[in-house]
């Protein structure tokens, strides 16, 4: 069984700023997928970012990138240029690739609160 | 398109009474899933289905019912509502090729 240990509850940056998430995971598969999901207030769970364990290079979406390391099993979210916006509860989150019931399995970590102030 | 919706939005029960969640999603995604969201925790996964006629157990299958009698629907059903059973409740589709769940809006469930 996999399991995601996210060790930040809570977490704060000044506007503007960078802030790190930490994520890591322990599991015996070689394919997979790791996403961040992002709930803010309204409690809609969104996509911020997917990896896949096979790609080396780290994935990047505008202001949100991953420092992946596989042997680590280390999975972290950086955001730069912070936004009030960006103030919402990330969760990280991993999937099995592969054919059979791995599509539907997503197993989370506990969250982290992140507060960004004006 | 809409997406993964969930009905209905809110819900308060009393201890015993049954309800069905409602989920559709109109990706033509063969697999979906439902998860439940506790105070301070992740997600965890109810029930899932990698098509229809084919459902399967997940991490806290009991006192939940799941049936997929079509690719766009996948209601949940509660046997017998309990108070520890008050959560919010997650419905997700899985687009395969990119290997990416979308989550509906949630429903919020209240067991007296």
């Known amino acids: 069984a996999q399991t995601v240990t996210q060790s930040q509850p809570e977490m704060s940056v000044q506007e503007a700023e960078t802030v790190t998430l930490s994520c890591t995971y322990d599991?015996?598969?070689?394919?997979?997928?790791l996403f961040w999901y992002k709930q803010p207030p309204s409690r809609q769970m969104i996509l911020v970012i997917r990896?896949?364990?096979?790609?080396?290079q780290n994935a990047t979406e505008n202001r949100f990138s991953v420092n992946f390391q596989k042997a680590a099993k280390s999975f972290s979210l950086k955001i730069s240029d912070s936004q009030l916006g960006d103030t919402a509860m990330y969760f990280c989150a991993f999937m099995k690739e592969g054919p059979g019931a791995s599509g539907s399995r997503l197993t989370f970590g506990e969250g982290t609160q992140l507060t960004v102030n004006p | 398109n809409a997406g993964v919706t969930q009905t209905p939005k809110f819900q308060v029960l009393k201890t015993g009474q049954s309800m069905t969640l409602q989920c559709a999603q109109d990706m033509n995604h063969e697999y979906m899933s439902w998860y439940r969201q506790d105070p301070g925790m992740g997600l965890r996964l109810i029930h899932y289905s990698v098509g229809a006629g084919i459902t399967d157990q997940g991490e806290v299958p009991n006192g939940y019912n799941v049936s997929r009698s079509t690719t766009e629907d996948f209601p949940l059903r509660l046997l017998s509502a309990a108070p520890s059973q008050t959560s919010v409740y997650f419905c997700a589709s899985t687009n395969r090729l990119l290997g990416t769940q979308y989550f509906g809006p949630g429903t919020r469930l209240l067991v007296l």
């Open positions: 599991t015996s598969e070689s394919n997979y997928y």
């Open positions: 990896q896949e364990a096979y790609k080396q």
